[in-house]
T-cell receptor
Framework: ETGVTQTPRHLVMGMTNKKSLKCEQH?????MYWYKQSAKKPLELMFV???????ENNSVPSRFSPECPNSSHLFLHLHTLQPEDSALYLC???????????????FGEGSRLTVL | GQSLEQPSEVTAVEGAIVQINCTYQ??????LSWYQQHDGGAPTFLSY????GLEETGRFSSFLSRSDSYGYLLLQELQMKDSASYFC??????????FGTGTRLTVIP
């Protein structure tokens, strides 16, 4: 496989469930990101890991919990979500924290989450 | 706060030229990126401008004026496959790429 792969592509969960989204990058990058994409809204940066250390956490509710066990894998653990959390969750990677300041992220195709 | 403004929708004819503008107001600025996203697909990187001026890559060009907090994406010789959403994004820090709401481009025959 090449690029950035995300699983599952679609997820439906109840508000009391616990689930996880998985992201894997095969590009040898050292930074990984979670973005949230909702209709009519900009992509919202949720979490950034650079060299496996979390460097950004843009005031995301604690019901979202990231995990980065190594530079190739990133997880987003979900628990007690709300219907307004329904969105497309995009994972991305880059080299040297945004490609050495080239503004280039490599995105996966996203996990479409629906919270009932 | 931080904001990026771009038109929500643009329609253009196949073979024509279209310009998508982006104005920004951010707390930090390293450069301006552009991304393309087809329905159901991943955003893909198109260009990055850190300095003023025009960058050309094939049919696509991107322009930046830092003094005006303004940039644009220029698409030439439009093709049907160019129908997609286009996002401008400002690199505000080493790891923070702040996105606009996107412009939906529809190319018509």
């Amino acid at each position: 496989e090449t690029g950035v792969t995300q699983t599952p592509r679609h997820l439906v969960m109840g508000m009391t469930n616990k689930k996880s989204l998985k992201c894997e990058q095969h590009l040898g990058h050292n930074a990984m990101y979670w973005y949230k994409q909702s209709a009519k809204k900009p992509l919202e940066l949720m979490f950034v890991y650079s060299l496996e250390e979390r460097v950004e956490n843009n005031s995301v509710p604690s019901r979202f919990s990231p995990e980065c066990p190594n530079s190739s894998h990133l997880f987003l653990h979900l628990h007690t979500l709300q219907p307004e959390d329904s969105a497309l969750y995009l994972c991305a990677s880059s080299q040297d924290g945004l490609g050495g300041n080239t503004g280039e992220l490599f995105f996966g195709e996203g996990s479409r989450l629906t919270v009932l | 706060g931080q904001s990026l403004e771009q038109p929500s929708e643009v329609t253009a004819v196949e073979g024509a030229i279209v310009q998508i503008n982006c104005t920004y107001q951010t707390s930090g600025f390293y450069g301006l990126s552009w991304y393309q996203q087809h329905d159901g697909g991943a955003p893909t990187f198109l260009s990055y401008n850190a300095l003023d001026g025009l960058e050309e890559t094939g049919r696509f060009s991107s322009f930046l004026s830092r003094s005006d907090s303004y940039g644009y994406l220029l698409l030439q010789e439009l093709q049907m496959k160019d129908s997609a959403s286009y996002f401008c994004a400002v690199l505000t820090g080493a790891n923070n790429l702040f996105f606009g709401t996107g412009t939906r481009l529809t190319v018509i025959p």
